[in-house]
Each structure stands twice: as structure tokens, then as C-alpha cells.
């Protein structure tokens, strides 16, 4: 395992060395998740998994002690960085070690990782770029999910498949994965460190303009010990959600350009 106390306000991870194996990476950007830590990785199928990096964004709780005993790659901030803050350095991490694929698992136990596999097998056949563990593809009510959340999610999903030109059935999940050629394309060290993260970077995909995106059916769990953001803080979320879609509209028009939205590097052709 390894420790890693980053600087004070500093995103960037010093991982273990790469090695030819790591292939598939998970990454999990973890705040107080100790209740929920063991089940998630339990679910894990570690026979496609390669490393996992957990990022600790100064948890109160026995987060890093569990990650530890579990033989995770811990690194932990010295400061909360916040939810976006914890992906740069879980990204930059993961790039470093080598990965080709890198997930980006949620360990509050909301999303069943052992569809990991049917997540990553696109990207690992060069069909896609991005996936998303959607929950919209079932019944997240069934799940547990509350009906304004609900709501809230299929009125911000319809608002981004209009303004992406995408035809996705949810953009809000907590179980994702990237290739290695669109984290080192994208700008995503350029983004919010909030929750917003997310949808900055989706939008950062669609403005790359060459990237393909998928998407499978995740089933959902909703339960007292999971971790889940409240209706104030929804609300600044959904907000921030579409002030991405307006970024981005005006970037995609040309009546004003977006730093973020600029990729960092060129895009390759379709394979």
C-alpha cells in the first residue's frame, strides 16, 4: 500500500511505479465511507482489476485504517479538497501507475461494482471512451431513490441530452470509466473541485468532439449508511449543472470560448 500526503492545495498523487500489469485501475475518491468501505470492495471481481487507488479527503472516521487493512493504494490529503479536488488527484494517480482504463468508484455502496466488467469491456475492445453505470437503464425508485431526487435527475439528464446531442439515460452516476487517451486529452485539472466535477467533464468530452460514450444498466441501493447529498445542496448542484450546459452552448456557438472546454490534446481519429 501507499501513503501520500500531497501538499496543502495540491491535487497531484505520487502513486506506486507502473508496472505492465496495470491495465485496469479503480479509483475511489472517499470522504467518511468507513461503514460502507469493506461491501463495496467485497463486490469488487479483482480478477479484471489490476490496482486499487482509494483517495482520502480527510475522512473523520476509520476510512484510511479499513482502505489499509484491505491493501489498498491509500493516499491521503492533508485538506479537504472536495469531491472534484479528490478525482484530480484519483485520476492523476491512477494515469501514473500506468493504467489503460481507469474506473471511478463511489464507496458508499449505492452502486453494484460487480458490473464492472460489462462496464470496462468496451473501452478495453476500443469501442468507447466513456461509460457510465447508468441507473435510469432499471428501476432506481425500486432501489430506493428518493422521487425528487428522482425527478430532479431525469430533468437535468433531458436538459443535457438536448444540449450534448447525446441520448443518455443519466448523466449523475457515481460509477464511470475513462480511457486512458481522454484523461490525458481533456483538461479535467481545470475543473470544479465540487460536485459539479462530473458534468464539467462530461461537457469537456462532447467539446473534445471525438470521443464516444456508453453507457449499462447499474442497479442502485439507498440506505441509511450510504452517503447521500441533500436537497440544499442538490439544489446548488443542479444549479451548477446548468451553468455547465450554458458554458458549454456559448463555447460550442463561439460566442464565448471556454478554457475547460479546450482539450489538452488532439483527439485521435475513429478506430
Not at 484491505?70 to 479537504?80: F, K
Not at 447529498?229 to 439544489?235: E, K, N, Q
Amino acid at each position: 500500500m501507499t501513503r501520500y500526503d500531497p501538499p496543502v492545495n495540491a491535487n497531484t498523487a505520487a502513486p506506486p511505479p507502473a508496472t505492465p500489469r496495470n491495465r485496469v485501475v479503480i479509483v475511489m475518491p472517499a470522504y467518511n465511507a468507513a461503514k460502507t468501505l469493506e461491501r463495496t470492495y467485497a463486490d469488487i471481481p479483482h480478477e479484471v482489476v489490476d490496482r486499487i487507488i482509494l483517495v482520502d479527503d480527510v475522512s473523520r472516521d476509520e476510512t484510511v485504517r479499513i482502505a489499509e487493512s484491505l491493501g489498498l493504494d491509500v493516499i491521503i490529503h492533508r485538506q479537504n479538497l472536495g469531491y472534484g479536488g479528490n478525482q484530480k488527484t484519483c485520476y492523476d494517480a491512477a494515469l501514473a501507475s500506468g493504467a489503460e482504463v481507469v474506473v471511478m468508484l463511489h464507496p458508499d455502496y449505492q452502486y453494484d461494482a460487480t458490473r464492472i466488467p460489462a462496464l470496462i469491456q468496451p473501452i478495453l475492445e476500443g469501442e468507447v471512451d466513456l461509460m457510465l453505470g447508468s441507473r435510469f437503464l432499471g428501476d432506481p425508485l425500486a432501489g430506493g431513490m428518493p422521487r425528487w431526487k428522482y425527478v430532479s435527475n431525469r430533468f437535468l439528464t433531458g436538459v443535457e441530452n438536448l444540449a450534448f446531442g447525446l441520448h443518455l439515460s443519466e448523466y449523475h452516476t457515481g460509477l464511470r470509466a475513462y480511457s486512458r487517451h481522454l484523461l490525458e486529452t481533456i483538461p479535467y485539472r481545470l475543473n470544479s473541485d465540487d460536485f459539479v466535477f462530473d458534468q464539467e467533464l462530461i461537457a469537456q468530452v462532447v467539446a473534445a468532439g471525438d470521443f464516444r460514450v456508453g453507457e449499462i444498466a447499474v442497479p442502485t441501493r439507498y440506505f441509511v449508511e450510504a452517503s447521500s447529498v441533500g436537497l440544499r445542496r442538490s439544489i446548488v448542484y443542479g444549479l451548477s449543472t446548468l451553468r455547465v450546459v450554458i458554458r458549454y452552448l456559448l463555447h460550442r456557438t463561439k460566442l464565448r470560448r471556454s478554457p475547460k472546454l479546450t482539450a489538452a490534446g488532439r483527439p485521435r481519429g475513429r478506430r
